[in-house]
Structures are given as structure tokens and as C-alpha cells.
């Protein structure tokens, strides 16, 4: 079982940066492939990124690569998502979860545990 509290997220204008975090509980935190969601309203939920159990590897949407980054730290049992250069059109709630399916996958059907999601509002 794992629980996920994620937090850091807010309003900023078009062109700033935040920094999402994501607490996990559990003693098992290593043992999760860790991913990113978002939902806008009105759509689906949509894949962000994801990071490897070891943190060596990460895969991100074409949507935000070269603007977000994902890290995790899992001594602390946190992942991370840098958000630069934001948009409008990453106004969203985020959402933190993890799989334990060990190979990429960007499906939202493959997460175990999600998060409640905080809200990120970029404006123009």
C-alpha cells in the first residue's frame, strides 16, 4: 500500500516555473515506477512523465519535454516535477502515482496508487 500527497502547486504566470512534489508513504517507495498526470477540464487525464524505480531513467510527453523535468529521491520517499516555462495550456490538476509494472508505461490503467492531485492555474 502506498500513499501519495502531493503538493507545491498554485498560480503563476505564463513563462514561470514551479516545482511539484509528490510525499509517498510506505516503506516500499523504491519498489514503484513513479508517474505524473494531468486533467484540464472537461478532458481526459493526460500522461506527463514517469521516472524509473532507480531514478536513472525518465520518458516525458512531447508536450512539455526540454520545459519539465522529473526526480525522485528515494531515501526520502518524494518525487519531484519541475515545471518551466509554463503555459496556459498546463493548467491542470496534477495528479502523483505509482505502478508496479517495472518497464515504461504511460498509461493511467497501469498506476497502482494515485494522489489527490493539486491544482496548477498558468495564466496568460
Known amino acids: 500500500q502506498v500513499q501519495l500527497v502531493e503538493s507545491g502547486g498554485g498560480l503563476v504566470q505564463a513563462g514561470g516555473s514551479l516545482r511539484l512534489s509528490c510525499a509517498a508513504s510506505g516503506r516500499t517507495f523504491s519498489s514503484y515506477r513513479m508517474g505524473w498526470f494531468r486533467q484540464a477540464p472537461g478532458k481526459e487525464r493526460e500522461f506527463v512523465a514517469t521516472i524509473s524505480r532507480s531514478g536513472s531513467s525518465t520518458y516525458l510527453a512531447d508536450s512539455v519535454k526540454g520545459r519539465f523535468t522529473m526526480s525522485r529521491d528515494n531515501a526520502n520517499g518524494r518525487v519531484y516535477l519541475q515545471m518551466n516555462s509554463l503555459k496556459p495550456e498546463d493548467t491542470a490538476v496534477y495528479y502523483c502515482?505509482?505502478?508496479?509494472?517495472?518497464?515504461?508505461?504511460?498509461?493511467?490503467?497501469?498506476?497502482?496508487?494515485w494522489g489527490q492531485g493539486t491544482q496548477v492555474t498558468v495564466s496568460s
Open positions: 502515482a505509482a505502478s508496479s509494472t517495472a518497464g515504461y508505461t504511460s498509461g493511467p490503467s497501469a498506476y497502482d496508487y
